[in-house]
């Protein structure tokens, strides 16, 4: 399984820009995106993957045409659809069984470094706040609490501050409780 860290951050955006040029990246892709998840399942006690696992998502970026991403209904092979086509799409979801579960918009700002394998990303995330991901596939065969160490420890030398005993926020699980749901790995 791969990590992924997602942390919380406690300061604006233009804090961490800035922190991370000082450290040498500079920001390659923005991109504003837009999903809506459908599922016809109930996600009490499931964790952060297993609730991505269970819908089918729809996305937007920069106002584009939604991209379904359907692993779930063989019967639906629609690969993207206007948003003028999106009631239409959601009337066929019912069928089986699927309704609409969250809606989430976000800025996604990309950061680079030379010689680095990976990205450290910050979104902006409607109604949750400021999140700093990352992982990092030089890590991917490593034991999942290594993994998880040596994320942080990446991050903490570009600037972070992020304790070992720090747990990233679970978009999905939050929007589904309602309230801040935390894990070790945003991917598990």
């Known amino acids: 399984m791969i990590v992924e860290v997602g942390i919380k951050l406690n300061k604006d955006l233009k804090y961490y820009d800035n922190m991370l040029k000082q450290y040498g990246f500079k920001n390659d892709f923005t991109v504003d995106t837009y999903d809506i998840y459908y599922t016809n399942k109930n996600f009490d006690g499931m964790s952060e993957n297993e609730i991505k696992n269970s819908c089918i998502r729809l996305r937007s970026c920069n106002d584009s045409k939604f991209v379904v991403q359907n692993k779930l209904l063989d019967d639906i092979d629609i690969k993207e659809i206007s948003s003028y086509d999106l009631d239409n799409f959601e009337d066929s979801l019912l069928k089986y069984g699927y309704k609409r579960i969250f809606d989430t918009k976000k800025k996604d700002y990309h950061y680079v470094k030379d010689g680095?394998?990976?990205?450290?990303?910050?979104?902006?995330?409607?109604?949750?706040g400021l999140l700093v991901y990352y992982d990092n596939p030089l890590y991917y065969d490593l034991p999942l609490e290594e993994q998880r160490k040596k994320l942080l420890d990446d991050l903490n030398l570009y600037g972070f501050n992020i304790k070992y005993d720090e747990l990233g926020l679970d978009k999905l699980r939050t929007l589904y409780y309602k309230k801040e749901m935390f894990s070790k790995n945003q991917n598990g």
């Open 116 to 128: 680095m394998s990976s990205k450290i990303q910050l979104q902006e995330i409607k109604d949750i």
